[in-house]
């Protein structure tokens, strides 16, 4: 059997990518290594936890013993979402930003350094292969024309984006110095069910079903390229197994809407009046847009998005609705405390 480290397997895109491989490749191992911070929930996951083919570790990323041990026992793949990963918490609290995202990062890929290294010369090894998980955000901010092209610079605006701009440069260079199996693929936002109600989808759903304020940043017109979770899995279990080493592909949806847009779309949804909208301080350093050039994927594996926008988006409000009881468990006390100071009581 294959064996694949998925790491912060018990968030939001992470338990998808856990799920679908369990799925597509039932002759592979799945270790999840989670810290199981306030992101990270096991009740995601409770639909596969009996697998035989599935072993939840719960640690840090960067817990040197601890990633030794597992490289030690020998790893296929491995596939870096662990991470912080909301752009507020980044503001108000960068550094474990830095710590996880960069640090944690580079702790994985010393990892790799060490026992991958010697593989890579030896006749009828299969080379192992290590996927960083980065996002649209390290290239900074569009104006109201172009997209983000893997050749686009890095202009991180966030402590977020900083770090995980600063995670994709060391896997650059763990690759150009030492020849390690790496590869990068940088996305576009996502929605879909299991995320964290404290971004802006889930949050604004929640908030509707509720009857409490929508809070939308600044004019309501800052743009975001959607893109359903289960694409954005389907792409990276296409360049784990096909991408070049050392190549970084751009994965989005060519689905930009206005936040505005969206909040009025779930308010309708939900059949709850436009009076709920509140505008509030827009977030400092505020990107304007996002929007994605997914060309190369297209080009190299013929990849496109199966979900339709309109359809996945109306699903994701479903499960929301039928699924309170997954985000009443993940607004522990931690939580609560979290949105009191970003919003206020
Ligand atoms: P998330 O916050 O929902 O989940 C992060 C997971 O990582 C959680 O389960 C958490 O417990 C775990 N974690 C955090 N610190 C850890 C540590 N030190 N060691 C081990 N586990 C740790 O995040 P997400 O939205 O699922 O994003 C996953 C990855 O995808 C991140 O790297 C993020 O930067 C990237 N990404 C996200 C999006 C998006 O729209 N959400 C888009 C592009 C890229
Ligand atoms: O682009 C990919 C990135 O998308 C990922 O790398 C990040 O991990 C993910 O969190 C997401 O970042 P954003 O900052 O785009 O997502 P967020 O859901 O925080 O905000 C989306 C937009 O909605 C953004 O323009 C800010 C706005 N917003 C957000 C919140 C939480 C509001 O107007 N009100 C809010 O309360």
Redesign the pocket.
Known sequence: MKKILITGGAGFIGSCFVRQTLQKHPDYQVINLDALTYAGNLETLADIEKNPNYRFVKGDIGDKNLVDKLFAAGLDYVVNFA?E????RSISGPEIFVQTNILGTQNLLEAARKYWLPLLNVAETTVPRYLQVS???VYGSLGLAGYFTEETPLQPN?P??AS?AGADLLTRAYFHTFGLPLLTTR????YGPYQFP????P??INNALTDQPL????D?R?V??WLHVSDHCEALDIVLHQGVPGEVYNIGGHNEKE?IYL?KLILRELKKPETLIKY?QD?PG??RR?AIDAGKMAKCFGWQPRRVFEQGIKETIQWYLENQKWVASVKSGDYQKYYER??GK
């Open positions: 991470a990963s909301h752009v507020d996002t649209d955000e966030s977020y984006s995980k996305c576009s936002n996502n404290e971004k802006l989808i949050l604004m809070p939308v940043y600044g309501g800052n975001r390229d936040n909040v509030v977030r505020h990107d996002y970003q919003y």
